[in-house]
């Protein structure tokens, strides 16, 4: 009993510190890319996906870092009925619309990058409106995909079965009729496939951008334009250290997923290494922006010296 008190307060210490990582570096993002509005700066219509990101990810955050780390601590029973309905199904949707979003970013990058492929497209997406619909449309996806979580899930159960009724420790959900489990199963999965071929494809595409801008730049004698050449590039290269982390945890969390939905009695450790993958983009995604983006050193160095014209929305070059 020593043993596993002592292995849960490693986890409880490591999920804590990722989880309050994970919530500083995105409360840190969010007032990043709103900064503009304060200062009275221009602001970027491609603000709002970023802006999606992060509130998606916070969510995560929230609902499933917080209370798996108390629990984790020993405390079990400190959700009701309805509390864990909500917090499970504000979780299944967070990380939707976080696949979603990181999904619609890379189509919207390759996009900018390669405007002839599809011109209509590429004027399109410069529009606030636009972006605005594509955000919208995300969460009300994944609100219609995920309102059965709430018929699912139930309070917590006085028991130590980790089995698939357990999986979430504070809570429990109850497996539905196989039919019913089959259909849904498919649509999510066609929902996720979707997102990833869209990420794969939008890779592929910035990878040859990149190539592409590398050997245009050895020829620029401009300044101008070869500062806008880098900038494209670091966004550019961000968005796809971003896409390669989504998939490598997305990929690894969901195989962890699979071995613990066929296991009867799963080990904690499978368990909490489940958890910790599928928290770890949430977490790390907002340091790669934050240590990566060009808006940071300006975001330092004006804070005391903000402007007093409004704020005017503009489209993207």
Known sequence: MDALVYIDINWG????????TGILANSFLFHLYNFPLITAQVVRPMNLIL???VISNTLVLFSKGIPQTVTTFGLTSFLGEAECKLLLFLYRVARGVSLSTTSLLSGFQ???????TCPWLSIRIKSTMCIGICCFLCWTLQLLLNVHVTKMAGGPKNSRNLS???????????????????????????????????MAWASGCMVLALRKHKHQVQHIHSHSLSQRSSHEDRATRTILILVTMFLSFYSLASVLSFCITQTVSPSPWLLNTSVLLSLSFPTLSPLVFNFSN????????????????KPTMVSED
């Open 110 to 116: 390759a996009i900018k990058l390669h405007p002839n």
């Open 13 to 20: 210490t490591i999920f804590l510190i990722q989880t309050t």
């Open 164 to 198: 698939i009724k357990g999986l979430y420790r504070y809570c429990s959900s109850t497996m539905p009729e196989r039919l019913s489990f089959l259909l849904r199963g498919v649509i999510l999965s066609l929902s996720d496939i979707m997102c990833l071929i869209l």
């Open 294 to 309: 060009i808006c940071v050193p300006h975001f330092c160095s004006v804070i005391w010296t903000k402007q007093a014209n």
């Open 51 to 53: 802006n999606q990101l």
